[in-house]
C-alpha cells in the first residue's frame, strides 16, 4: 500500500489537539509505575515512544474489563429490566503496533460468533485505530510466525511508517481514518516518498500452520503438563493479549438495584471450568496450559476461521515466571 | 559445575529428592526450573535475577507429584518454608534446602529445624529499595496515601498475579472464590480491586516472609508489596510478632489476648 | 489464514444500535412451584409479556439461562415440551448461589430467561422408531421434555419405554409425571432404585439403572436410545445398550458444563473444540468418542 500523506513529527501535537476538540479521547502507549501501559493521553507528549511494546493490550478500548450488560430494579414483587445505554465516547487508538490492531480481528470475530455482541461493535464503531509500523521488535515477539508483520494493516484505519527525517509516512485504510485525516488537514502533507526507517525484521521460527496441524494428535501428550510445570495459573497472559476474550458474568445487587456485569476471565484459572458439584474438566494446570493453546492454535482456526494469536509477545513480558510463549509454541510446532 | 549445580546433581544422583527446583536462564531473565536428573542440574543458577519465591511450588500439586523436592533458596524462601511448617503446610524433613545468597556458599539444610537455625543469623527484612519506598508511604499524609493507592490499583486488572506467585497464598479456596456471600466483587473495577488487596494484605498481616514477589510479579508494575510489607511491619511494630520461626505460631491478627490495648473501643 | 483488511465488525450487517442486547433475559412470572425431591425443585413460568410469550418456541433437548435477579443466573435444560404453549418448566436443585437463590422464590415472583440455545434432539429424524429412554435422578429433566414431546407426537414413533431410577424414593423426581406414564396404555414406564433405597410400600423395581435396563432388554432394531444421568450411570449403561445392539449414532445423551453465556462466547464451556452451548448438549455416541471427555 502505498502512503498518501506525511505528517511531521511537530504536527501530532495539534493533530491530538484536533482530535481531541473533536470530543474523542485518545489512548494510546504512556509511562506508568515503571512500565509503558495503554491508557487515556491528552498531548503527543505524553506518548511513550521507546518501546517495543506496551505491557497491555489496547483490546480495553473496545472489550473493557468491565462493562455493564444489563440493570435491573427490584421493588417488592416486580422487577424491571433495563438496557444499559450504548457506550458513545469515540476513541482514538493512537501508536499501537500493527500485531495489536490486527487482535481486533480475533476479538470482533469471537464476541460476534453467532450472534452480535452490541457493546463491542458500538465501540469498535466509534473507534479508530492508528498502527506505527515496527522498526524494532525483541525476543518475546513473532508476528512473522502467525500470519502478521511489522507493518501488516488488517486492523488500522491508518498505518504510520517511521522516516528516516523524522515523521512518518501516512497509509488510509478505512472510511474512518480518512476521516481522522479531515480533522487536521494542513498537518497531513502529500506523501513525497520521502525515506522510510527500516522495518524489523522478525525471523519466524515456526509458522502457526505447522502447530494447528500437531494440536489434535498432541491432545494427550505429556507436553503440557512439562510446560506448564512452573505456570502459577494467573490471568497475566490472557488479561494482556489483544485476543483474549474469555468473560465471566457477575450480578452485583442490593435489595432495591443490581447491574450486571461482563468481566474479563482467565482459561488459565482453576475456577473457569469448575462445576458447582466440584467435579473439574480441567483440573491440571496442564490440562489448562493445553486449552489455551488449543483453543487459539486449533479450535479457533477450525471453527471461527481466524487464529486467536497476533503473535505480539505480551503474555511472554508479562508473565512473572518468564512462560515464554515463542518458546513453547517453536517446540510445540517441531514436535515429530 | 559450580557449588550449587553439584550439590544439586549430588541429591538427585543418590536419590535424596528426585527434583531440585531452582531457577535457570530464561529469556531476558530467569525462570523457575525443575530438575530431575543429575544430567540437567548444570542449568541450575542463582543471581539477583532470581527473584520469584520458590516456596509458591510446594503447594501445587504437579509439582508435589514429581516427589521429593530440594529448594534453591534464597532468604525470603527460607522464611517462607518455615512459615510454612509453622503453618503446618509442610513437615520438619518433607523438603529439603540448599541455601543459597548470591556470590556466597550453598548450605545444605534437611530440615525445617535447620531451615530455622541458619536463618537466625540472617537479617530477616525487605530488601532495602523496599524499606525507602515504605519510609516513603509511612512519611505521606493519609490523604495522600489514600490518592495514591487509589491511582494504583485502579489500573489493576485482578490477574491474581500476586496471589498465585506468594508461598503463604496457599488456599486452596481463597476468599475471593466464595460466592456465598460474594465477599469480594469479582469484577475489577476501583472498590473491587482495593476490596481485594486490602484483604490479601490483611490476610498476609504476620505472615508476610517480605519477598516483595507478589509486587514484582504484578505485570502492571502496581507496587502491591508495599501494602502487605507495610501490614507486616504494623504487625510487628505494635504486637511484636516478628521473624519467623516455627513451634506454635502467634497470629496477632487472629489472637485475643485481655491485655490487648483496645484504645479504639470505648 | 483469511483475513480481510477492511473495518472491523463488519460482518454485521446493521449498526450496534439496531442490534438486540444478546445478554437481555426475557422477565418471567413463577406460576407454579413444585417440591419434587430434597432440595429440587421446579417452576413453571409464564412470560409477564404475553406477547413475547406468543412469539417464544424451542425445540426439544435445548437450555437456557435463568436469572435470579440480585444474585446471577444459571444455566438448566427446559424441562416442558415445545408442544405446551404459553409456558416453560425448568427443575433445578439447590446447590450453590444462584440456585439458593431462586429456592428462595415463590409463585408470583419474577425471574429471568435467557434462551433458547444449544442443538436440539432430532425427534423427526426418529419417526417410525421405537424410543428408549434411560435416566438418573436429576438427569430426569432433560429428558422429560423430549419424553413429553414424543407423547405429544405419539403416532410418529414406535415403542415408547422409559426406564428410570434415583437412589432412593424420595429422591425421585416428577412423581406425578411417573404416576401419569405409569397409566399410559401407550407407554412402558420401569422405575427403580437403588438397593437399600426402597420404601416399605415400594412396588417398583429395586436396582441400578444399568442392571434393569439389560434385563429389560429392549430391542435395539430401529430404535433409538436417550440416556442422561450421573457419570457412573452413563458409564455402565453404555455398554449394556451397545451389548443389545444399539448402536453408536443412535444412542444420544445432552452434556452438561460450566457456563455464562451460553452463546459460544465467553470460552469455558468447550469440550476439545466442541461447545457445549453451541454444538450441544444434545450429542450422540458417536459424536462424543470424536471429543476429549473435558466435560
Redesign the interface.
Known amino acids: 500500500m502505498s502512503p498518501e500523506y506525511q505528517i511531521g513529527e511537530g504536527s501530532l501535537e495539534a493533530l491530538f489537539a484536533a482530535i481531541t476538540a473533536d470530543g474523542r479521547r485518545i489512548w494510546g502507549p504512556r509511562a506508568a509505575a515503571g512500565c509503558i501501559e495503554i491508557g487515556e493521553i491528552r498531548s503527543a507528549g505524553e506518548l511513550a515512544r521507546d518501546q517495543v511494546h506496551p505491557i497491555s493490550s489496547a483490546k480495553a478500548a473496545a472489550f473493557p474489563r468491565v462493562e455493564k450488560?444489563?440493570s435491573?430494579r427490584?421493588d417488592g414483587?416486580?422487577?424491571a429490566?433495563d438496557?444499559p445505554p450504548?457506550p458513545a465516547r469515540p476513541t482514538v487508538l493512537f501508536g499501537l503496533r500493527p500485531c495489536e490492531a490486527r487482535g481486533?480481528?480475533a476479538l470482533?470475530?469471537?464476541?460476534?460468533?453467532?450472534?452480535?455482541?452490541?457493546?463491542?461493535?458500538?465501540r469498535?464503531?466509534r473507534t479508530t485505530v492508528v498502527s506505527i509500523a515496527c522498526t524494532r521488535s525483541d525476543e518475546a515477539c513473532f508476528c512473522t510466525a502467525v500470519?502478521g508483520g511489522p507493518d501488516h494493516?488488517?486492523?488500522s484505519?491508518l498505518l504510520l511508517h517511521p522516516l528516516a527525517q523524522g515523521g512518518y509516512d501516512v497509509v488510509v485504510?478505512?472510511?474512518?481514518g480518512r476521516a481522522l485525516v479531515a480533522l487536521a488537514p494542513d498537518r497531513f502533507e502529500p506523501a513525497r516518498g520521502a525515506a522510510r526507517i527500516a522495518l524489523a525484521k522478525i525471523e519466524a521460527e515456526f509458522q502457526?500452520q505447522e502447530i494447528t496441524e500437531q494440536l489434535p494428535r498432541l491432545?494427550?501428550h505429556p507436553i503440557w503438563s512439562e510446560q506448564s510445570l512452573r505456570c502459577l495459573g494467573c490471568g497475566a497472559c490472557a488479561y494482556v493479549c489483544p485476543t483474549c476474550?474469555?468473560?465471566?458474568?457477575?450480578?452485583e445487587?442490593?435489595?432495591r438495584r443490581?447491574v450486571?456485569l461482563?468481566c474479563w476471565?482467565s482459561?488459565a484459572f482453576r475456577l473457569?471450568?469448575?462445576?458447582?458439584?466440584g467435579h473439574n474438566?480441567?483440573e491440571t494446570q496442564g490440562?489448562r496450559w493445553r486449552?489455551r493453546v488449543?483453543?487459539k492454535f486449533?479450535?479457533m482456526?477450525?471453527?471461527l476461521?481466524?487464529?486467536g494469536c497476533v503473535g505480539c509477545g505480551k503474555c511472554s513480558r508479562a508473565c512473572p515466571v518468564d512462560m515464554d510463549f515463542k518458546e513453547h509454541l517453536t517446540e510445540i510446532a517441531k514436535f515429530s | 559445575m559450580d557449588e550449587l549445580q553439584e550439590k544439586a546433581k549430588q541429591l538427585l544422583e543418590a536419590g535424596t529428592v528426585q527434583v531440585v527446583i531452582g531457577h535457570a536462564a530464561g529469556r531476558g531473565g530467569r525462570r523457575p526450573v525443575f530438575v530431575r536428573s543429575p544430567a540437567q542440574a548444570g542449568k541450575l543458577v542463582h543471581d539477583d535475577g532470581c527473584w520469584q519465591n520458590l516456596a509458591t511450588y510446594l503447594g501445587k500439586p504437579e509439582v508435589r507429584k514429581l516427589g521429593r523436592a530440594a529448594v534453591v533458596a534464597s532468604p525470603p524462601v527460607l522464611r517462607a518454608m518455615v512459615q510454612l511448617g509453622a503453618e503446618r503446610q509442610l513437615g520438619n524433613d518433607e523438603v529439603m534446602a540448599l541455601a543459597v545468597v548470591t556470590g556466597g556458599p550453598v548450605r545444605t539444610l534437611a530440615t525445617l529445624a535447620a531451615i530455622e537455625g541458619h536463618l537466625a543469623s540472617l537479617p530477616d527484612e525487605p530488601p532495602a529499595a523496599d524499606r525507602t519506598e515504605l519510609g516513603r508511604l509511612a512519611a505521606m499524609t493519609v490523604p495522600e496515601r489514600r490518592a495514591f493507592w487509589a491511582e494504583q490499583l485502579d489500573r489493576c486488572v485482578r490477574c491474581y498475579a500476586c496471589r498465585a506467585s506468594c508461598p503463604m497464598c496457599y488456599c486452596e479456596r481463597c476468599t475471593m472464590e466464595c460466592?456465598?456471600p460474594?465477599w469480594v466483587p469479582v469484577a475489577s473495577h476501583a472498590l473491587g480491586n482495593l476490596e481485594y488487596h486490602i484483604v490479601r494484605a490483611m490476610h498476609l498481616a504476620g505472615r508476610c516472609v517480605q519477598c516483595g514477589t507478589c509486587g514484582k510479579s504484578c505485570p502492571l508494575g502496581i507496587p502491591v508489596h508495599l501494602l502487605t510489607l507495610f501490614a507486616e511491619r504494623s504487625v510487628q511494630q505494635h504486637f511484636g510478632q516478628g521473624g519467623k520461626a516455627s513451634g506454635k505460631p502467634v497470629f496477632a491478627m487472629s489472637t485475643f489476648r485481655p491485655e490487648d490495648s483496645e484504645t479504639f473501643i470505648r | 489464514?483469511?483475513?480481510?483488511?477492511?473495518?472491523?465488525?463488519s460482518?454485521?450487517a446493521?449498526?450496534?444500535?439496531a442490534?438486540?442486547?444478546?445478554?437481555?433475559?426475557y422477565?418471567m412470572r413463577i406460576a407454579r412451584t413444585t417440591d419434587e425431591a430434597p432440595g429440587v425443585r421446579t417452576f413453571r413460568l409464564e412470560f409477564v409479556d404475553g406477547a413475547e410469550g406468543a412469539r417464544f418456541n424451542f425445540r426439544t433437548g435445548q437450555f437456557g439461562l435463568y436469572?435470579a435477579?440480585?444474585?446471577?443466573?444459571s444455566t438448566f435444560c427446559i424441562a416442558s415440551s415445545p408442544t405446551r404453549k404459553g409456558y416453560i418448566e425448568c427443575t433445578f436443585r439447590e446447590?450453590?448461589?444462584v440456585?439458593?437463590a431462586l429456592a428462595d422464590c415463590e409463585v408470583?415472583?419474577?425471574v429471568?430467561f435467557r434462551g433458547p440455545y444449544g442443538n436440539t434432539f432430532p425427534i423427526d429424524e426418529w419417526k417410525g422408531k421405537s424410543l428408549i429412554f434411560v435416566a438418573g435422578g436429576i438427569a430426569l429433566p432433560p429428558l422429560r421434555s423430549v419424553i413429553w414431546n414424543c407423547l405429544d407426537r405419539r403416532d410418529w414413533f414406535g415403542d415408547i419405554i422409559v426406564v428410570y431410577g434415583a437412589r432412593t424414593v424420595k429422591d425421585l423426581v416428577y412423581k406425578q409425571e411417573l404416576e401419569e406414564w405409569d397409566r399410559r396404555q401407550d407407554m412402558k414406564l420401569v422405575v427403580t432404585v437403588d438397593p437399600g433405597g426402597e420404601s416399605p410400600d415400594w412396588k417398583g423395581k429395586v436396582g441400578f439403572v444399568p442392571h434393569v435396563v439389560e434385563a429389560l432388554a429392549p430391542p435395539s432394531e430401529e430404535a433409538v436410545a436417550v440416556v442422561c444421568g450421573p457419570p457412573i450411570m452413563i458409564k455402565l449403561s453404555l455398554p449394556v445398550l451397545e451389548k443389545l445392539g444399539f448402536v453408536k449414532d443412535a444412542i444420544y445423551t445432552t452434556l452438561?458444563?460450566?457456563m455464562?453465556?451460553g452463546?459460544?462466547?465467553?470460552?469455558?464451556c468447550?469440550?476439545?473444540?466442541s461447545?457445549v452451548c453451541?454444538d450441544g448438549p444434545v450429542y450422540t455416541l458417536k459424536e462424543l468418542e470424536t471429543l476429549?471427555?473435558?466435560?
Not at chain 1, 110 to 121: E, M, S, V
Not at chain 1, 173 to 176: A, P, T
Not at chain 3, 1 to 6: A, D, I, P, Q, R
Open positions: 450488560i444489563l435491573y427490584m414483587k416486580d422487577v429490566i438496557d450504548l481486533f480481528c470482533g470475530t469471537i464476541l460476534n460468533w453467532g450472534t452480535p455482541d452490541r457493546f463491542f461493535n458500538a469498535m464503531e500470519g494493516p488488517a486492523g484505519d485504510l478505512s472510511d474512518k502457526a491432545f494427550d476474550a474469555c468473560f465471566d458474568i457477575q450480578d445487587a442490593d435489595a443490581g450486571r461482563r476471565d482459561c473457569f471450568t469448575l462445576h458447582a458439584s474438566p480441567r490440562q486449552q488449543q483453543h486449533s479450535y482456526p477450525e471453527r476461521g481466524v487464529l | 460466592n456465598r460474594q | 489464514m483469511m483475513e480481510k483488511v477492511t473495518m472491523l465488525a460482518d454485521t446493521s449498526p450496534a444500535s442490534q438486540a442486547n444478546v445478554f437481555k433475559p422477565l436469572s435477579f440480585g444474585a446471577g443466573e446447590m450453590g448461589r440456585t439458593s408470583g415472583d419474577f429471568g452438561e458444563n460450566r455464562k453465556c452463546l459460544g462466547k465467553c470460552g469455558r468447550n469440550t476439545g473444540k461447545y453451541k476429549p471427555s473435558e466435560y
